[in-house]
């Protein structure tokens, strides 16, 4: 088992920028890719970014390539979501997922382990 625990989420201006972090204990956490997803009200989880198990290659969603940047610190167990130029549509709730396989987080949408969500919400 893996236990994951987001943070870092809050309400920010629009253009401001927040940085989310998920915490993973159990199984090794270099065993796993990584990766966020999020869940607007009234829309279905949608994909952000993924990284691989050494950090050597990384994945965007179209909506935040250029704007968010996932990185892994496998020392400390920990997933990283640098958020820069936040806007209003990407209020929602973002979730944390480790996976063994990559291609299951990156083209499925799916992952064995999830977190439980933490709030992110760009208004001014």
């Known amino acids: 088992q893996v236990q994951l625990v987001e943070s870092g989420g809050g309400l920010v201006q629009p253009g401001g920028s927040l940085r989310l972090s998920c915490a993973a204990s159990g199984r090794p956490f270099s065993n796993f890719a990584m990766g966020w997803f999020r869940q607007a009200p009234g829309k279905e989880r949608e994909f952000v970014a993924a990284?691989?198990?050494?950090?050597?290659?990384?994945y965007y969603a179209d909506s935040v390539k250029g704007r968010f940047t996932i990185s892994r610190d496998n020392a400390k167990n920990t997933v990283y979501l640098q958020m820069n130029s936040l806007k209003p549509e990407d209020t929602a709730v973002y979730y944390c997922a480790a996976d063994l396989s990559l291609d299951q987080i990156r083209r499925l949408g799916e992952a064995d382990y999830w977190g439980q969500g933490t709030q992110v919400t760009v208004s001014s």
């Open positions: 990284i691989t198990w050494s950090g050597g290659s990384t």
